[in-house]
């Protein structure tokens, strides 16, 4: 039985051992890699893994990597992936939580600034841009 984030987490505040709270919701948790939640995001979007690496400020050495699985990206090399292969503000949202990651909040200055970039279909280096000028940390 799949359970809601609130339901884990009440479950999880009653239960009386950590082994216990796992086999029981074994079923409700998260497993896909980030990598293959990229993958998968990317599938259909039209790019060369060369242009998501272009667009997204990365090597594609390290574009192959994160599709290979043997790195793993942090919270704002995901979004600069995100950015750069044009993903909607709903598949990033998706894809962050669904890695783990915290969304994107808009009480948050760095993140509002991200998430009107990403509404607005700018590039990595016009999010970059904004970010600095409001002298918040830019995700390159």
């Known amino acids: 039985m799949k359970r809601d984030t609130d ?32 993958a998968d995001a990317f599938r259909g979007k039209g790019l060369s893994k060369a242009e ?8 594609t050495v390290y574009v192959h990597q994160v599709f290979s699985g043997r790195r793993c990206p942090s919270r704002d090399k995901t979004l600069c992936l995100c950015v750069g292969m044009g993903a909607s503000m709903d598949e990033t949202q998706h894809l962050l939580k669904a890695a783990g990651y915290a969304a ?8 509002s600034v991200i998430i009107f970039g990403l509404a607005h279909g700018y590039t990595l280096a016009e999010i970059d841009e904004k970010l600095y000028a409001c002298k918040l940390d830019t995700l390159t």
């Not at 998501?52 to 090597?59: H, I, K, N, W």
């Not at 994107?104 to 993140?111: C, E, F, G, I, N």
């Open 52 to 59: 998501l690496a272009r667009r997204a400020g990365c090597s």
């Open 104 to 111: 994107l909040y808009p009480a948050s200055r760095r993140d």
């Open 7 to 38: 339901e884990l987490r009440a479950a999880l505040m009653r239960a009386d051992s950590i082994s216990a709270y796992m086999a029981e919701n074994e079923d409700c948790f998260a497993d896909e890699r980030v990598t293959q939640l990229i």
